[in-house]
């Protein structure tokens, strides 16, 4: 008969938790690394008075903010190339639905996270509880079903020892590479504290590993193929080259053929910068090298990418080519109506160098990719140059850039700035350029830069974040203060919403609601943002000019706690250099002329008159 320990179900979760781990590079260590808490009625007796006895197995860290500890949580994992995650717990009500928009940024990056929000009594002994939510129609609803759209796995837990089967289940979603994504286990508060005898073989210690698809050997001999009678090819590198860590095969197969390499915003690091074949960034954001590739191949090989519309210029960018696409999700494989290579990227790239053997592009295409590489980087050098007395975002990139060093990770989210980013971060290595791009959510900076730090401690970590998105969600920076984890926030003052700003008035709106300037207001606010992130405990200053930028930054470097650099920004200047199209409908019916034209422009490239 098998031996059984007695404990609360909130006490069982955690100690299984604990008792997961991953092998990374040789090394055995904890798959999670450990939970977020906001403790409130609804899970600070069960799940608080078990993770206090855990602290020494399975930290606990205490948030500002449900959905910014959910976003640290988030990039931890991301840092982390999707081998290891984070929990996060929260009461019910509104600590849960906090937690909603970081969940569904996890579920559109496919990035793990676990979590576990309180919720409402599986007795209904007291309804209705506190914050709870009741449906007419439906008395099973809770606000926890929120998150049943943004989870690749979700479960509510009415009886402890139903996690015996949900949080094996929960452990095949986070670690799958298919599947991979948020994990939502609602805990009714009241089945937390009850107890259960469990199985000591549930606490079993389990190292998973990371699966790699081979790939099918038709679909991997017809990729080959294609390639050898290819006379333009061109891989287009995602964040599945990350999550495989496949970048040395890429960096070898891309040198060994010639083949040209663009990256998305998930793949930007795939190679460094200055490697030959790299041709940086693609699509909307892309460099004028990468899109000019993009335009003369005549095959498409997508790489470990969703195929998001800034990457394929809303579809526009690689119209009427041959398209491959290596990915290990069969729904991603066969977007666009690609030829599939169902595999993972490192397995894939692997058996493809094989079947290649010798084979390479002609001199005609490598030289034409290295005349567009050098064409641009003397873009770069005048985007990034001083020189404005209000800088553009491109100045401030470049001084942070050459003050950052090879070994720093850049975090950034929404806005005008990861467009910039993407066109002119130059990255050194891979795990150096960190930008959510999938959901584009301001607010993820900060917190995303904690999130970073906990992962790799040994990166400087450089958050760049605009005034708007600063103001959204910017609490965790008084937790990275708290916990010792330093990082530093350049933070670009343009006095509103700049990016949609221009947005706005490039589909022919009038400016209106987005800069402070053309909102409504009786007396325009002065935040002085520098006091303001003294007062949640980093050290900060503000300085005019990239001069001034570049030495506060060596000073920043200096110091043995967060940081924060504030500088005003032009609103208007962006780098006209590279870009694509980006299919942003315009109203059929205004009264502006601007609106009228720029609806006729609309029309002229839907209809596919022109590119």
Same mark, same amino acid.
């Given at each position: 008969?098998?031996?059984?320990?007695?404990?609360?179900?909130?006490?069982?979760? !955690?100690?299984?938790?604990?008792?997961?781990?991953?092998?990374?590079?040789?090394?055995?260590?904890?798959?999670?690394?450990?939970?977020?808490?906001?403790?409130?009625?609804?899970?600070?007796?069960?799940?608080?008075?078990?993770?206090?006895?855990?602290?020494?197995?399975?930290?606990?860290?205490?948030?500002?903010?449900?959905?910014?500890?959910?976003?640290?949580?988030?990039?931890?994992?991301?840092?982390?190339?999707?081998?290891?995650?984070?929990?996060? !717990?929260?009461?019910?009500? %509104?600590?849960?639905?906090?937690?909603?928009t970081a969940a569904a940024l996890a579920h559109v990056n496919r990035l793990p996270v676990l979590f576990l929000p309180?919720?409402?009594?599986?007795?209904? @002994?007291?309804?209705?509880?506190?914050?709870?939510?009741?449906?007419?129609?439906?008395?099973?609803?809770?606000?926890?079903?929120?998150?049943?759209?943004?989870?690749?796995?979700?479960?509510?837990?009415? @009886?402890?020892?139903?996690?015996?089967?949900?949080?094996?289940?929960?452990?095949?979603?986070?670690?799958?590479?298919?599947? =991979?994504? %948020?994990?939502?286990?609602?805990?009714?508060?009241?089945?937390?504290? /009850?107890?259960?005898?469990?199985?000591?073989?549930?606490?079993?210690?389990? !190292?998973?590993?990371?699966?790699?698809?081979?790939?099918?050997?038709?679909?991997?001999?017809?990729?080959?193929?294609?390639?050898?009678?290819?006379?333009?090819? $061109?891989?287009?590198?995602?964040g599945g080259v990350m999550y495989s860590r496949a970048e040395g095969a890429l960096a070898a197969l891309a040198a060994?053929?010639?083949?040209?390499?663009? /990256?998305?915003?998930?793949?930007?690091?795939?190679?460094?910068?200055?490697?030959?074949?790299?041709?940086?960034?693609?699509?909307?954001?892309?460099?004028?090298?990468?899109?000019?590739?993009?335009?003369?191949?005549?095959?498409?090989? &997508?790489? *470990?990418?969703?195929?998001?519309?800034?990457?394929?210029?809303?579809?526009?960018?690689?119209?009427?080519?041959?398209?491959?696409?290596?990915?290990?999700?069969?729904?991603?494989?066969?977007?666009?109506?690609?030829?599939?290579?169902?595999?993972?990227?490192?397995?894939?790239?692997?058996? $493809?160098?094989?079947?290649?053997?010798?084979?390479?592009?002609?001199?005609?295409?490598?030289?034409?990719?290295?005349?567009?590489?050098?064409?641009?980087?003397?873009?770069?050098?005048?985007?990034?140059?001083?020189?404005?007395?209000?800088?553009?975002?491109?100045?401030?990139?470049?001084?942070?850039? @050459?003050?950052?060093?090879?070994?720093?990770?850049?975090? =950034?989210?929404?806005?005008?700035?990861?467009? #910039?980013?993407?066109?002119?971060?130059?990255?050194?290595?891979? &795990?150096?350029?960190?930008?959510?791009?999938?959901?584009? =959510?301001?607010?993820?900076?900060?917190? *995303?830069?904690? &999130?970073?730090?906990?992962?790799?401690?040994?990166?400087?970590?450089?958050?760049?974040?605009?005034?708007?998105?600063?103001?959204?969600?910017?609490?965790?920076?008084?937790?990275?203060?708290?916990?010792?984890?330093?990082?530093?926030?350049?933070?670009?003052?343009?006095?509103?919403?700049?990016?949609?700003?221009?947005?706005?008035?490039?589909?022919?709106?009038?400016?209106?609601?987005?800069?402070?300037?053309?909102?409504?207001? #009786?007396?325009?606010?002065?935040?002085?943002f520098a006091a303001h992130a003294r007062s949640l405990g980093a050290a900060a200053e503000k300085v005019s000019g990239?001069?001034?930028?570049?030495?506060?930054?060596?000073?920043?470097?200096?110091?043995?706690?967060?940081?924060?650099?504030?500088?005003?920004?032009?609103?208007?200047?962006?780098?006209?250099?590279?870009?694509?199209?980006?299919?942003?409908?315009?109203?059929?019916?205004?009264?502006?002329?601007?609106?009228?034209?720029?609806?006729?422009?609309?029309?002229?490239?839907?209809?596919?008159?022109?590119?």
């Amino acid at each position: 008969m098998s031996k059984t320990v007695r404990l609360t179900m909130a006490q069982a979760l !955690t100690r299984y938790l604990a008792a997961q781990s991953v092998k990374i590079g040789g090394a055995t260590v904890p798959y999670f690394g450990g939970v977020w808490a906001i403790f409130g009625h609804g899970n600070v007796a069960g799940m608080g008075e078990a993770l206090a006895g855990m602290t020494g197995e399975l930290p606990t860290y205490r948030a500002h903010n449900e959905q910014g500890m959910a976003h640290a949580a988030i990039a931890f994992a991301k840092q982390s190339r999707r081998q290891r995650a984070m929990a996060c !717990t929260s009461s019910i009500g %509104p600590g849960a639905t906090n937690m909603v928009t970081a969940a569904a940024l996890a579920h559109v990056n496919r990035l793990p996270v676990l979590f576990l929000p309180g919720d409402v009594y599986a007795t209904r @002994r007291p309804d209705p509880v506190l914050q709870q939510i009741e449906d007419f129609a439906d008395a099973t609803v809770s606000a926890n079903d929120c998150f049943k759209p943004v989870s690749r796995y979700f479960d509510r837990i009415t @009886r402890p020892e139903q996690i015996l089967d949900a949080l094996p289940r929960a452990m095949a979603a986070l670690t799958d590479p298919a599947a =991979c994504g %948020p994990v939502t286990l609602c805990l009714c508060q009241d089945v937390q504290a /009850e107890a259960f005898d469990y199985p000591d073989s549930f606490f079993a210690a389990k !190292t998973w590993s990371q699966r790699r698809v081979r790939p099918d050997k038709g679909e991997l001999a017809a990729l080959a193929e294609a390639i050898r009678h290819a006379k333009a090819p $061109l891989i287009v590198a995602g964040g599945g080259v990350m999550y495989s860590r496949a970048e040395g095969a890429l960096a070898a197969l891309a040198a060994r053929t010639g083949i040209p390499v663009a /990256e998305t915003q998930a793949g930007k690091g795939a190679l460094a910068w200055d490697h030959p074949q790299a041709l940086g960034s693609i699509g909307v954001t892309g460099t004028s090298a990468a899109n000019a590739a993009a335009e003369a191949a005549d095959l498409v090989i &997508g790489l *470990g990418t969703r195929l998001q519309d800034f990457t394929t210029g809303s579809r526009t960018l690689f119209a009427g080519k041959r398209l491959f696409q290596v990915n290990v999700a069969q729904h991603d494989a066969g977007k666009h109506a690609a030829e599939p290579v169902l595999g993972d990227a490192r397995a894939v790239l692997e058996e $493809l160098g094989d079947a290649l053997g010798d084979w390479g592009v002609s001199s005609d295409w490598r030289d034409a990719n290295a005349a567009a590489v050098g064409a641009w980087n003397a873009v770069w050098d005048a985007a990034t140059a001083a020189g404005n007395a209000v800088p553009s975002d491109a100045q401030v990139i470049g001084a942070v850039w @050459r003050q950052a060093g090879e070994d720093a990770t850049v975090v =950034c989210a929404a806005g005008g700035l990861p467009g #910039e980013l993407h066109k002119l971060w130059r990255s050194h290595r891979p &795990g150096g350029y960190h930008v959510e791009y999938g959901f584009s =959510c301001m607010g993820y900076e900060v917190a *995303g830069g904690l &999130g970073v730090k906990m992962a790799e401690p040994e990166r400087d970590v450089y958050v760049m974040v605009g005034d708007g998105s600063y103001l959204m969600l910017n609490s965790e920076l008084a937790t990275s203060a708290m916990l010792g984890r330093k990082i530093t926030v350049i933070l670009l003052d343009n006095r509103g919403y700049g990016c949609i700003n221009r947005l706005q008035q490039g589909t022919g709106g009038r400016p209106f609601n987005n800069l402070l300037a053309d909102s409504a207001h #009786e007396a325009l606010p002065e935040i002085d943002f520098a006091a303001h992130a003294r007062s949640l405990g980093a050290a900060a200053e503000k300085v005019s000019g990239i001069g001034e930028l570049e030495a506060a930054l060596v000073r920043a470097k200096a110091s043995p706690k967060s940081y924060v650099v504030v500088i005003d920004t032009d609103p208007m200047i962006t780098t006209e250099a590279g870009g694509h199209w980006w299919d942003v409908a315009v109203p059929e019916i205004s009264p502006r002329a601007e609106v009228q034209a720029a609806r006729r422009e609309y029309e002229d490239r839907i209809s596919g008159d022109r590119k």
